[in-house]
Structures are given as structure tokens and as C-alpha cells.
Nanobody, 115 residues
Framework: QVQLVESGGGLVQAGGSLRLSCAAS????????MGWYRQAPGKQRELVAR???????NYADSVKGRFTISRDNRKNTVYLQMNSLKPEDTAVYYC?????????WGQGTQVTVSS
């Protein structure tokens, strides 16, 4: 059974940076697409970035040029480097693995950007 554990969230001032990590266990996910989603209070969960097994990436328009998704298959880990953070980036960030019929979600990590 695949499990995902996110880390790296926290409180940062606007313009700052954070790096989120998502460590997978239970199965090697080098052949699976992985993604980061976020959910702000009162809003729907939205895709932030995703990376395929061939390292193709795509991003939400709101984070293009500021966020970078990457993966280290040796460590079975996916990262989200977030630069030039804005208050509107405040949300709970979730890791997602396209595994099985419904995928697998992590528990989420809070990112708060103060103005």
C-alpha cells in the first residue's frame, strides 16, 4: 500500500522560498505521474504542478516561473521548490500519486505566506 508523507511547509514572508518534499513508501513510483495540489480556505483543491515518469512537467498559470517540481526516483521523493511566494499561495499543499484507480493522497502540509 502506497503512502505519501509531505514535509517542508511553514510560515514565510512574501517574497520568500520554501521547498516541499513528498516521500513515498510501500512501492517505487518511478513509473507514475506525481503531482502537488493545494487547497486554500473556502476554495476547491487545485492542481499546482505535476511531473510524469519521463520528467515532463506542467504548472498552474498562477505559479509558472516561480515554482519548480522535480523528482528523485532513487529516493522515491518528489519536491516542490517555491520561490517568490505570495500571500495568495497560502494553502494546505497535498502530494498526489497517480497510482491505481483513484490515486493516493498525502496528508498535506500547511504553507502560510505573510504580507
Amino acid at each position: 500500500q502506497v503512502q505519501l508523507v509531505e514535509s517542508g511547509g511553514g510560515l514565510v514572508q512574501a517574497g520568500g522560498s520554501l521547498r516541499l518534499s513528498c516521500a513515498a513508501s510501500g512501492s517505487m513510483l518511478s513509473g507514475n505521474t506525481m503531482g502537488w495540489y493545494r487547497q486554500a480556505p473556502g476554495k476547491q483543491r487545485e492542481l499546482v504542478a505535476r511531473i510524469t515518469s519521463t520528467y515532463k512537467t506542467n504548472y498552474a498559470d498562477s505559479v509558472k516561473g516561480r515554482f519548480t517540481i522535480s523528482r528523485d526516483n532513487r529516493k522515491n521523493t518528489v519536491y516542490l521548490q517555491m520561490n517568490s511566494l505570495k500571500p495568495e499561495d497560502t494553502a494546505v499543499y497535498y502530494c498526489f500519486a497517480e497510482v491505481g484507480p483513484k490515486g493516493v493522497w498525502g496528508q498535506g502540509t500547511q504553507v502560510t505566506v505573510s504580507s
